[in-house]
């Protein structure tokens, strides 16, 4: 069935169920028992008959709403302009002055609903109708001048003659009947033409009087709509408490209009409090008719904010208002909305794409509008299943469209990544697969089409990096490793992760939280220092940022620093959470604050965490309680765990030391022989101790200073050889071996640290993974960022060239480009101008450099240089490059050079500019042209005419922007600002001259920013010329 036919349908459906109901009303209760067939089906058809109530009483609602509708468009057609326009000819040919009154009632409502433009059509509707009549009745000139009035609206809007729409507005009042009582249509044209007299004055800037004028209507006529309009005047000059008095009023006077709550939502927007706001709007809203809810006064006083139209596009869909609740939102959208959510904007796109579907909107339309609902859906969606799910069935449909937004697939992979971590502590491997997946599939297919996320949406490597990371940690090890202490390798899919985090570090190096997941990767892979920093350009760009603030704390709990650390968490302002309270543990026992240890080690759930790290802190914390038979419990339990990583066998290695059992330490010792890590080295002390070879003990705690990477690690030497100290002097067999570990502590004890150089880390890596394309990539594209940060352009210029063609592609090619950008603009800054020429013609093979000629950027090094000669003569070389735009520029900029010592051959360089650009369409360029020859036409005494000719075309090429007269009075003083011949007062009659032959406005001459305080350039960054 069409839509079209569904009215019908239901039409005769409904008669067809009168029919049947009227029927049973015919016959007697005992008569309809017996159709009926028993109690049970009696009340089954009671049940049926209520809920078919509440469906007809809502059918009829929204006919009589649909009716209104109707009624209202209708109202304000060019139909129903004339019914009303005949409905006052009528009425003038038996009551002219009722006629005149009903015209001005008729333009007021007009006006305030629809808008001027309406109002100024009613009159003109009203005109024709009675000048149909003049042949044949004589009428009164009363309404001619009443015509008059209205009709000179229109007019004085448009030129912005507010003082004229005041005066006419007044006049108004004298058509009303004096006898209009409170609550007659009389009354509420005088409150209408209040409200637009006080329009008119705010446009004026005379709020006072606008206020004063709705306050004195108020005195004779009180009513909630124009108190409303009086609180929403006074919050214009921010009279917030006075508009407060005033709401308050209309809310206890307005019982069900809407006004109340509406004046309200004002003041509580205006004194920011946006949840109580969007609550009173919601209100205000729901008591409007459908008739205010179309037009919504189209003049008013109100701030009409982005929140207001959000609320108000809700109400209008609600009512079925799909094309103005579109309207709402698009001019929403580009207010701005604010708002108590996270993402305030979120309701505008849902309401827009509803509101697209019911009007039936093209495809490419909808799918952009379900794309931003989507995009919402994703960014708030973090532990959300419900909004993730909507949020990949949105996607999923987006794509399956002949040409998909390129973002969508993306948007799907990071949804699905989301999901995958919603309620539990990491996505399973299918979760993970499938976001990677799609994360790779897509980049693939775009990447075909020659489509890159771009510098904007920097944020879809910063995702795949997450991605990449979330796969790395479930998928199971190959085969479990030789040597559990060891180091495992970095897998692939970490390099790819840190590849594509760098990638977002490129494009956007503004994002905090790009950098403090580039931190953890980067640390992940043994790039520790390197981690520091990033972690550190995270915490700079957003301290509050919540996995680098995270990190912050774990550094510090890394470099044994207990008290700093805890510090650090309770300057966050926010509750720990996961592992924050098992560190926050670890530093309590360390300051000695032993029963707050105690209370975060019962808050740890044990099968969230690594048991290994609970039963770490755990003993440690019970020896410094002296629960020794405790703390050996604890032990045993640690060494019963698998030693399936590093930091487990270690700690079971300790564990097994530490309690006695020399046979398993034996066993794990060759293992440990081997140290590569300071924290390997210290689990080797401790067994040697053990087990009795004090000279090797000591002998590693000698190199341990030279192994770590930094003081924090002789800490947690010292500390660990402090907790098993204090257990093993518990029993007179094993002192001996407590004694030995307080020698081992005060080798290290003081013991100096050189931290390693990320060029030592990357040097270790590339060596160890040599093999590996995506480590060797991803270490390459650190060692780039890395020398591009510290200055040494040549070295990251020369890795950029590396990465060219690799999967770091194509940013590597972008990033080369603004390496040799960073040298061209070194080289420019110290006047190396044959540096220059070589890097411009680098970057002009790919339209990448700042400047349109190698001469301009050897000529600007040359005056940095302070060798303007060799300036002037390296940008002559461009005097007639085949270019036109390029020729007129050089010319224009050859010509400022010359203006200052002769005004003649600065004119003629300027005229070769004109001639240049004649047939182009630079209209900036022209006119910047133009305006220029003015100036040196008045230093050479030009004629006048061809100066303000010049000027004249100046502006009119100015005009295609804003604010062209303004534009050319700073452009004319700039120039004559280098050209001491040209006559200040002259040029500014030539300028008020071409303004008046072009009919625009002329701005105050000197009013704009000082010429002189304007640092020129030789090249502009987009290729313009100045004066230098």
């Not at 000179?152 to 058509?175: K, Q, Y």
């Not at 909107?361 to 931003?372: K, M, T």
């Not at 949105?394 to 973002?407: H, M, V």
């Not at 969230?608 to 770490?616: E, K, N």
Request: hydrophobic share 45%; with cysteine.
């Amino acid at each position: 069935m069409s839509e079209a036919t569904v009215p019908a349908a239901v039409t005769t459906t409904l008669r067809g169920g009168t029919e049947a109901v009227d029927d049973a009303l015919a016959v007697s209760i005992s008569t309809l028992l017996e159709r009926v067939g028993g109690l049970d089906e009696l009340r089954e058809l009671r049940r049926t008959a209520v809920g078919l109530q509440a469906r007809l009483d809502e059918l009829v609602a929204r006919c009589d709403a649909a009716t209104e509708v109707e009624s209202s468009r209708r109202r304000f057609s060019d139909e129903g302009l004339r019914t009303t326009a005949d409905r006052i000819r009528r009425m003038r040919l038996r009551d002219a002055r009722r006629a005149d009154g009903l015209l001005v009632e008729e333009y007021a409502d007009t006006a305030v609903t629809a808008g001027f433009a309406v109002a100024s059509e009613l009159v003109r509707t009203v005109r024709d109708a009675l000048d149909d009549d003049r042949a044949d009745v004589e009428l009164a000139g009363r309404d001619d001048d009443l015509l008059a009035v209205l009709g000179g609206i229109a007019p004085a809007i448009a030129m912005h003659d507010w003082h004229d729409v005041v005066v006419r507005f007044e006049s108004l009042r004298t058509w009303l009947a004096p006898n209009a009582r409170r609550g007659t249509p009389t009354s509420d044209a005088g409150a209408q033409l209040a409200v637009l007299c006080a329009f008119a004055l705010m446009f004026l800037e005379r709020n006072e009087e606008a206020e004063a004028g709705l306050a004195a209507y108020l005195d004779e006529h009180p009513g909630p709509r124009v108190r409303c309009e009086l609180a929403a005047a006074l919050l214009w000059r921010g009279a917030v408490e006075e508009a407060a008095r005033h709401a308050a009023a209309v809310a206890e006077d307005d019982a069900n209009g809407g006004d109340g709550a509406l004046a309200l939502a004002l003041v509580a927007e205006a004194q920011g409090e946006v949840a109580a706001a969007a609550e009173l709007y919601r209100d205000a809203f729901a008591q409007w008719g459908v008739r205010r809810l179309l037009f919504a006064e189209r003049v008013n006083l109100r701030q009409e904010s982005g929140l207001y139209l959000r609320e108000l596009a809700v109400a209008r869909l609600r009512a079925g208002l799909a094309a103005e609740a579109l309207g709402a939102c698009d001019e929403a959208l580009s207010r701005g909305v604010r708002g108590p959510e996270t993402y305030p904007d979120e309701q505008v796109h849902r309401v827009r794409a509803a509101a697209l579907r019911e009007l039936g909107a093209s495809r490419a339309l909808l799918d952009e509008a379900e794309l931003e609902v989507a995009k919402r859906d994703v960014w708030g969606g973090l532990g959300d299943a419900e909004r993730l799910d909507a949020a990949i069935g949105l996607l999923r449909g987006l794509l399956d469209t002949e040409r998909p937004n390129a973002l969508a697939g993306w948007y799907l992979a990071e949804a699905l990544r989301l999901r995958g971590w919603v309620g539990e502590t990491r996505p399973d491997l299918d979760a993970a697969g499938a976001a990677e997946e799609a994360w790779q599939s897509w980049t693939t297919r775009m990447s075909a089409d020659g489509t890159s996320p771009g510098t904007e949406h920097a944020w879809v490597y910063w995702s795949g990096a997450n991605i990449a990371e979330d796969l790395d940690a479930v998928r199971p090890a190959a085969e479990p490793p030789e040597d559990p202490f060891a180091l495992p390798p970095v897998p692939g899919l970490r390099w790819r992760a840190l590849q594509r985090a760098e990638k977002a570090a490129l494009l956007d190096p503004g994002d905090a939280a790009t950098w403090a997941t580039l931190a953890r990767l980067l640390h992940s892979v043994g790039l520790t220092v390197a981690a520091r920093d990033a972690r550190g350009r995270a915490l700079e760009l957003d301290p509050t940022q919540g996995e680098a603030s995270n990190e912050r704390f774990v550094d510090l709990v890394r470099a044994h620093q207990p008290a700093e650390a805890l510090a650090y968490l309770e300057g966050l302002g926010e509750e720990p959470r996961g592992v924050q309270i098992l560190l926050r543990a670890w530093c309590r026992k360390e300051v000695g604050e032993l029963t707050g240890a105690s209370a975060d080690l019962g808050a740890v759930d044990p099968d969230v965490w690594d048991p290994a790290m609970v039963l770490g802190v755990r003993w440690g914390l019970l020896v410094r309680q002296g629960r020794f038979e405790e703390a050996r419990a604890a032990l045993a339990e640690l060494a019963a765990l698998e030693p399936l990583d590093p930091y487990r066998a270690l700690r079971r290695a300790e564990a097994l030391a530490i309690l006695g059992r020399s046979q398993e330490v034996e066993r794990d010792l060759h293992l440990l022989g081997l140290p590569d890590t300071a924290e390997r080295l210290a689990t080797l002390v401790l067994a040697e101790a053990t087990l009795g070879r004090d000279a090797e003990a000591l002998a590693h705690a000698a190199e341990l200073p030279q192994r770590a990477a930094h003081a924090g690690e002789l800490l947690d030497a010292a500390e660990l050889w402090i907790d098993a100290q204090a257990l093993l002097a518990q029993e007179a067999a094993t002192r001996s071996v407590a004694e030995t570990l307080e020698r081992a502590r005060a080798l290290v004890s003081g013991a100096g640290v050189e931290p390693p150089e990320d060029d030592a880390q990357l040097g270790q890596l590339a060596e160890r993974y040599g093999a590996d394309t995506d480590a060797l990539t991803a270490l390459l594209a650190v060692q780039a960022r890395l020398s591009r940060e510290a200055g040494a352009f040549e070295q990251a210029a020369d890795a950029y060239r590396l990465l060219v063609g690799t999967a770091f592609d194509p940013e590597s090619s972008y990033a080369l480009h603004e390496v040799l950008r960073g040298q061209l603009a070194a080289a420019v800054d110290a006047g190396r101008a044959t540096e220059a020429r070589l890097l411009h013609e680098l970057l002009a093979r790919e339209d990448w450099s700042p400047y349109l000629t190698s001469a301009m950027a050897a000529a600007t090094a040359y005056d940095n240089a302070g060798r303007p000669l060799d300036a002037f003569e390296a940008l002559a070389e461009a005097a007639e490059h085949p270019d036109p735009s390029t020729r007129g520029q050089v010319n224009l900029w050859l010509g400022m050079r010359e203006a200052e010592e002769s005004p003649e051959r600065g004119l003629a360089w300027l005229r070769d500019a004109a001639r240049a650009v004649e047939f182009l369409d630079d209209l900036e360029l022209t006119a910047r042209i133009d305006a220029r020859l003015g100036v040196l036409l008045v230093a050479t005494g030009g004629p006048s005419d061809e100066i303000v000719g010049y000027l004249a075309s100046a502006l009119r090429a100015f005009a295609a922007g804003d604010d062209a007269a303004f534009a050319l009075e700073f452009e004319v003083r700039r120039a004559a600002s280098y050209v001491p011949a040209a006559d200040s007062e002259q040029l500014r009659e030539a300028y008020l001259a071409a303004c008046t032959a072009e009919g625009i406005d002329p701005a105050p001459w000197g009013l704009t920013l000082d010429p002189s305080a304007v640092e020129l350039s030789a090249v502009d960054l987009d290729g313009s010329t100045e004066p230098s």
